[in-house]
């Protein structure tokens, strides 16, 4: 008999079914792949999940072989959680590059809606404005990231050049440019003078 799946598994399934449960669309599309397993490695943790035939999903029980393998980094799996678009470019995936497809659709446009969940608990207006409170947290925050990184970069080419502004690197392509067309004039005249 195979072992039992790990907590883990059961804790990543639990917010995915929610948020299906929700998404007809999104079930439809996960029923024609069901009974495949899908594994997520990142070190150190590996969570495995079969699809079932309502298009939710299940933790898969130990020792099931994977149809797909997303194999990611710790810094790739922050990436997903920002919604990078491009962290799929980094993914290393191994199996079902259809279920691969379908699972990019998904995590492409697969929204949680909070209000509704909050006004579920709160009430209606109370959500509406806790959820407007947590867009402007993360506007603000965005914000405040944008200024620090241009603060660290002001700081890094100005105060303590550790990189280069890019004003002074277009300088020196160019200074580099006028050296380069200088030389091969000069050595055209030697050429010349070696000539006559």
């Not at 898969?60 to 678009?85: K, N």
């Not at 009430?123 to 603000?140: K, P, Y």
Request: glycine share 6%; with cysteine; net charge negative.
């Amino acid at each position: 008999m195979m072992d039992a799946a790990s907590p883990l598994d059961r804790l990543a399934g639990a917010p995915l079914n929610h948020l299906l449960r929700g998404n007809a669309w999104a079930r439809e599309l996960l029923k024609a792949h069901a009974g495949k397993v899908v594994r997520f490695d990142c070190l150190p943790f590996t969570v495995s999940l079969v699809i079932l035939e309502s298009g939710e999903t299940a933790s898969a029980t130990a020792g099931s072989t994977p149809d797909l393998i997303f194999t990611l980094t710790p810094g790739l799996l922050l990436r997903v959680a920002a919604r990078d678009e491009n962290v799929w470019r980094d993914i290393r995936v191994d199996g079902d590059t259809a279920l691969a497809s379908v699972l990019n659709q998904l995590w492409r446009h697969l929204r949680w809606d909070a209000e509704e969940d909050l006004s579920r608990v709160f009430g209606d207006i109370a959500a509406h404005r806790m959820t407007q409170s947590m867009q402007l947290f993360g506007e603000w925050a965005r914000a405040s990231g944008d200024n620090l990184a241009r603060s660290f970069s002001e700081y890094w080419t100005e105060e303590r050049p550790l990189i280069a502004a890019s004003g002074d690197l277009r300088a020196f392509a160019a200074e580099v440019d006028t050296l380069r067309d200088d030389v091969a004039r000069l050595e055209k005249r030697i050429e010349r003078l070696r000539a006559a």
